[in-house]
């Protein structure tokens, strides 16, 4: 499976982004999948996830409020409305598909990794 996520950019503190990532293709089961980021300097850490029914995410709590994450399970996509950005939400987000149906927050729950798309908030 090859994620392609896109959406990213510059925007201003206070703008809104939204972020994609499509799979080539369903895999055989049922899978949550997950939004994770990594700024310069810093290890990768977990953002949002969402079951694969879509009725459980999971949401870091510096995100919370202000990011919301959703699926087309027909399209194989997934998307991170980000509202309200601020200077620390700069970094490279990664979309990943869990090893499971349920939302998790652990990055060793996840199998297939996307490329990363650049997010730059500036002051």
């Known amino acids: 499976v090859q994620l392609q996520a896109s959406g990213g950019g510059l925007v201003q503190a206070g703008g809104s982004l939204r972020l994609s990532c499509a799979a080539s293709?369903?895999?055989?089961?049922?899978?949550?999948m997950g939004w994770f980021r990594q700024a310069p300097g810093k290890e990768r850490e977990f953002v949002a996830s969402?079951?694969?029914?879509?009725?459980?995410?999971k949401y870091a709590d510096t995100v919370k409020g202000r990011f919301t994450i959703s699926r087309d399970n027909a399209k194989n996509t997934v998307f991170l409305q980000m509202n309200s950005l601020k200077p620390e939400d700069t970094a490279v987000y990664y979309c990943?598909?869990?090893?499971?149906?349920?939302?998790?927050?652990?990055?060793?729950?996840?199998?297939?990794w996307g490329q990363g798309t650049q997010v730059t908030v500036s002051s």
């Open positions: 990943a598909v869990g090893r499971r149906s349920y939302s998790s927050d652990r990055s060793d729950e996840y199998t297939y």
């Open positions: 293709r369903r895999t055989s089961s049922n899978n949550g």
């Open positions: 969402i079951s694969w029914k879509g009725d459980t995410m």
